[in-house]
DNA sequence: GCTTCTCTAGGCC
DNA sequence: GGCCTAGAGAAGC
């Protein structure tokens, strides 16, 4: 299937690969290996576990993220998010215009932000008009959601949260004043656009609105700033916009970001490594931070 | 190592 | 004020 991209901001045509039957396969494979992360099972196990052969589990993975199924899983451990929080990430002083992606991040997900203003927020999204439409994506059916100042919102479709009535009344139930109609054609275009890193340029950023309080928009700036691969802990996001003590509160503001992937919320974990939480699922968390890992370090994808 | 306890900040009613 | 958190660190096992 061919997509154009129709937001005059983004603009050339792309490929959709999103192999969103994969992503069950990895799924399944993450729970089944996250509860037992004591002792890690083989691949035959796993894939007995699964319910595929061996060799269609390891093909799965190399399409989907473009590494084995070990070397996939091997990023998902708690060790190496350890070592990720090990690195460190050095401070932005205050002045620094944080959420703009530099140049520098060549790998990353390009993004211009505007936040909704304090007002427009209390008002519960009155005026605000929203379209939004289901898709499917590397990590499930995906619901999109956006205005015509770019992506307002993205949530997961399962049977977890309700499959799409509860996905579309979490999201929708934030700006319950807002006006909202449906467009799933629209909405494929948008996935294509977040999901596929051929699409990140920094030509041609990604626009979205931050409609938040003065807090969490500060929080979710902040998030933008970690870059693809890397990870951070509340407490430093704390520290970093001025209130070292807030981890807190902090952790709920990161759980009330409302376009997940985008704002990577999934790169913040707790001071030990542990994920400690995700608003849709821990295991999509895990498979994003897998999967990002794969993207960042292309050379590691391809050793055995 | 994991679990429990205590002290938290901030948002929201 | 009171009540929630996708927290953190110490203490105990």
């Given at each position: 299937?061919?997509?154009?991209?129709?937001?005059?901001?983004?603009?050339?045509?792309?490929?959709?690969l999103?192999?969103?039957?994969?992503?069950?396969?990895?799924?399944?494979?993450?729970?089944?290996?996250?509860e037992?992360?004591?002792?890690?099972?083989?691949?035959a196990?796993?894939?007995?576990?699964?319910?595929?052969?061996?060799?269609?589990?390891?093909?799965?993975?190399?399409?989907?993220?473009?590494?084995?199924?070990?070397?996939?899983?091997q990023?998902?451990?708690?060790d190496?998010?350890?070592?990720?929080?090990?690195?460190?990430?050095?401070?932005?002083?205050?002045?620094?215009?944080?959420?703009?992606?530099?140049?520098?991040?060549?790998?990353?997900?390009?993004?211009?932000?505007?936040?909704?203003?304090?007002?427009?927020?209390?008002?519960?999204?009155?005026?605000?008009?929203?379209?939004y439409?289901?898709?499917?994506?590397?990590?499930?059916?995906?619901?999109?959601?956006?205005?015509?100042?770019?992506?307002?919102?993205?949530?997961?479709?399962?049977?977890?949260?309700?499959?799409?009535?509860?996905?579309?009344?979490?999201?929708?139930?934030?700006?319950?004043?807002?006006?909202?109609?449906?467009?799933?054609?629209?909405?494929?275009?948008?996935?294509?656009?977040?999901?596929?890193?051929?699409?990140?340029?920094a030509?041609?950023?990604l626009?979205?609105?931050?409609?938040?309080?003065?807090?969490?928009?500060?929080?979710?700036?902040?998030?933008?700033?970690?870059?693809?691969?890397?990870?951070?802990?509340?407490?430093?996001?704390?520290?970093?916009?001025?209130?070292?003590?807030?981890?807190?509160?902090?952790?709920?503001?990161?759980?009330?970001?409302?376009?997940?992937?985008?704002?990577?919320?999934?790169?913040?974990?707790?001071?030990?490594?542990?994920?400690?939480?995700?608003?849709?699922?821990?295991?999509?968390?895990?498979?994003?931070?897998g999967?990002?890992?794969?993207?960042?370090?292309?050379?590691?994808?391809?050793?055995?």
């Open positions: 299937m061919t997509l154009q991209f129709t937001d005059p901001a983004a603009g050339t045509p792309l490929e959709a999103a192999p969103q039957d994969d992503y069950e396969i990895v799924r399944r494979t993450l729970e089944f290996t996250s037992r992360y004591r002792r890690q099972p083989t691949l196990e796993t894939a007995r576990a699964v319910r595929v052969g061996e060799a269609h589990l390891e093909a799965v993975f190399r399409r989907w993220a473009g590494l084995s199924p070990k070397a996939f899983l990023a998902v451990t708690i190496h998010a350890r070592r990720l929080l090990g690195q460190g990430l050095p401070l932005l002083d205050a002045a620094h215009e944080v959420g703009l992606s530099g140049p520098s991040r060549l790998h990353d997900l390009f993004v211009r932000f505007e936040a909704m203003s304090p007002g427009a927020h209390k008002e519960r999204g009155a005026g605000l008009e929203i379209t439409g289901f898709a499917d994506g590397p990590f499930g059916r995906t619901l999109v959601l956006w205005t015509d100042r770019g992506l307002a919102g993205i949530g997961f479709s399962d049977s977890e949260h309700g499959g799409d009535e509860g996905a579309l009344r979490d999201m929708l139930g934030r700006w319950p004043a807002a006006r909202s109609r449906r467009d799933d054609t629209e909405a494929r275009l948008w996935v294509a656009r977040v999901f596929e890193p051929a699409a990140w340029r030509e041609a950023p626009r979205i609105v931050l409609i938040g309080t003065n807090f969490e928009v500060r929080v979710w700036e902040r998030l933008l700033a970690v870059p693809l691969g890397e990870a951070t802990t509340y407490g430093r996001l704390a520290a970093e916009i001025g209130s070292p003590k807030a981890a807190r509160a902090v952790g709920a503001a990161v759980g009330r970001n409302p376009i997940s992937f985008v704002v990577p919320c999934h790169r913040a974990m707790g001071s030990t490594g542990a994920l400690t939480g995700y608003h849709w699922g821990l295991t999509r968390k895990r498979a994003m931070l999967w990002e890992f794969a993207l960042a370090r292309p050379a590691a994808a391809t050793r055995p």
